[in-house]
């Protein structure tokens, strides 16, 4: 596979489930990010991790926690979302460091987050 | 406070004819502008982007222009075609801590043909 996948592509749960979703790059990129976008609302960054490492949050609520075992894979672990969470998650890579001009950042097709 | 925004959410163009997106924001400490394409179920991909010292750059078909008096900037595309019926998202990113961009909500381009 190439580029950025994400699994699962749809995800139902309610509000005391515990679920995660995953992100894998294969473009041998060093930087990954979390962003979320709502119905009617811009793209809005969550996290960012440079080598492994986490260099923003941007605000996120606790119940979203994310992990970056290696600078291929990223995980968003969800954990007593509410409704107003639900919104569609896409996974970003892009070499570090990035030189936004270029369009250096590669989109995953995201997953569509649903909490009931 | 959106420092990016797009007020448009939908535009409707005949097939053939030129398709203008409009972009406006509020931080002049934007360095750099990008526009992004998105087909639905795929992540938006990277489409042409200005620098702020430019006021126009070109690459085909889509021409981006950049009018930093007025903190504005458009994409022209032109002829337009049906392959281009997809959300079209404005970013904007800062000198420093450049791996953030800050997106607009986004505009949906319907190519009639």
């Known amino acids: 596979e190439t580029g950025v996948t994400q699994t699962p592509r749809h995800l139902v749960m309610g509000m005391t489930n515990k679920k995660s979703l995953k992100c894998e790059q294969h473009?041998?990129?060093?930087?990954m990010y979390w962003y979320k976008q709502s119905a009617k609302k811009p793209l809005e960054l969550m996290f960012v991790y440079n080598f492994k490492e986490q260099t923003e949050n941007n605000s996120v609520p606790s119940r979203f926690s994310p992990e970056c075992p290696n600078s291929s894979h990223l995980f968003l672990h969800l954990h007593t979302l509410q409704p107003e969470d639900s919104a569609l998650y896409l996974c970003?890579?892009?070499?570090?460091?990035?030189?936004?001009?270029?369009?250096?950042?590669?989109f995953g097709p995201g997953t569509r987050l649903t909490v009931t | 406070d959106q420092q990016v925004k797009q007020n448009s959410p939908s535009l409707s163009v005949q097939e053939g004819r030129i398709s203008i997106l409009n972009c406006d924001y509020t931080n002049s400490m934007f360095d750099y502008f990008l526009w992004y394409k998105k087909y639905p179920a795929e992540g938006p991909t990277f489409l042409i982007s200005?620098?702020?010292?430019?006021d126009k750059n070109e690459d085909g078909r889509f021409t981006v222009f950049l009018n930093k008096s007025a903190k504005h900037l458009s994409l022209h595309i032109v002829p337009s075609q049906p392959g281009d019926s997809a959300v079209y998202f404005c970013?904007?990113?800062?000198?420093?801590?450049?791996?953030?961009?800050?997106f607009g909500q986004g505009t949906r381009l319907t190519i009639n043909p």
């Open positions: 473009l041998g990129h060093n930087a």
């Open positions: 970003v890579s892009s070499q570090d460091p990035l030189i936004a001009g270029e369009g250096s950042q590669y």
């Open positions: 200005i620098s702020s010292i430019k």
């Open positions: 970013a904007a990113s800062y000198p420093e801590g450049a791996q953030k961009l800050v």
